[in-house]
């Protein structure tokens, strides 16, 4: 396991943007495809985006798609999720997830290392 630490949640009102950062000790984390979830109270954890490993490749799902952008910083140890146009319904606790585990096909949705999780209330 490794250390992961989120921050950058809070409260915005619907439209707003939010901009959520991980950061990580562990040389290793930079060699696997990271990751972003979340989970709203009730709901299973949700995958949103993934990023290979020299942001040359990304995915989203079909809920953030053109609203999120999923970068890393591998020289400072960081991931980001810039958050825009924000909904009521994007609610939740966001995760950043490192050390991705291949599946059979792109995109990897399976990792091996997850943070501790930052809150993301949007109102309306």
């Known amino acids: 396991q490794v250390q992961l630490v989120e921050s950058g949640g809070g409260l915005v009102q619907a439209g707003g943007s939010l901009r959520l950062s991980c950061t990580h000790s562990?040389?290793?984390?930079?060699?696997?495809?990271m990751g972003w979830f979340r989970q709203a109270p009730g709901n299973k954890r949700e995958f949103l985006t993934v990023?290979?490993?020299?942001?040359?490749?990304?995915y989203y799902a079909d809920s953030v798609k053109g609203r999120f952008t999923i970068s890393r910083d591998n020289a400072n140890n960081a991931m980001y999720l810039q958050m825009n146009s924000l909904k009521p319904e994007d609610t939740a606790v966001y995760y950043c997830?490192?050390?991705?585990?291949?599946?059979?096909?792109?995109?990897?949705?399976?990792?091996?290392?997850w943070g501790q999780g930052t809150q993301v209330t949007v109102s309306s």
């Open positions: 562990a040389r290793t984390v930079s060699r696997y495809a």
């Open positions: 990023i290979g490993l020299n942001d040359g490749s990304t």
């Open positions: 997830a490192a050390e991705a585990i291949p599946g059979s096909r792109w995109p990897y949705q399976n990792f091996r290392s």
